[in-house]
C-alpha cells in the first residue's frame, strides 16, 4: 500500500484543554480496539481528556453525537468535540454504501449546521486487509489522524471566535 502521510503540518491543538467524546462502533471488535488504542493515544498526547461510548454499529455514531449536543444544551456535559471510529467492509451488497455514506453524511451534517468539531475515523474498505494497515497504530493511525483532525477543529473553532 502507498504510505499513508501523518499530515503532521495540518494539524493544530486547542490552546485550552479539550474535553472530547469519542464514538466507537464495535461491529468489528478487533478493528475497534485499533483504532480506539489510536484515538485516545492521541488524546493524551494533546493533553484532552475524553469519554468513550460504544455503540453496535457505524450508523448509530451520529445520533450519539445529537444527542450529546442535546444533552449538553439540558445541563449535561459539554463536549469540546467528538472522534467518530468504526469499519465499514464491503460484503455482497448494497449494505455498505448505505452505512458508509449516510454515517458520512450525517456526520458532515452535524460539523456544518451545528458548527460540531468532528474528526472522522470510519474507515470504508474493500477487505479486512486494507482495514488492518489503516486501523493499526503502527501503520496507517486512522484513530489518532481523527482524534487530531477534531483538536484542530476544536482549535479553529476558537481561533475563529465561534461561539462554544
Ligand atoms: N456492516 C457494517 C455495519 N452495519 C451495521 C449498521 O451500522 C447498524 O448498526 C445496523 O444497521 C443497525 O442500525 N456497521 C459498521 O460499522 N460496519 C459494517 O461493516
Ligand atoms: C457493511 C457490509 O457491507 C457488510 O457487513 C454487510 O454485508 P452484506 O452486504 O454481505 O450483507
New binding site residues.
Partial sequence: MAGISQHGKAFIRPKQKAHLLVIE?R??DDLADALLEGATSALEEAGATYDVVTV?????IPAVITFALDGASQGGTAYDGFVAL????R?DTY??DI?ANESSRALMDLSVQEAACIGNGILTTENDAQAWTRARRSEGDKGGFAARAALTMIALKQQLGAPS
Fill in positions: 462502533a461491529f468489528h453496535p454499529g457505524s450508523l448509530e468504526g469499519t465499514i467492509i460484503g449494505h455498505f452505512v
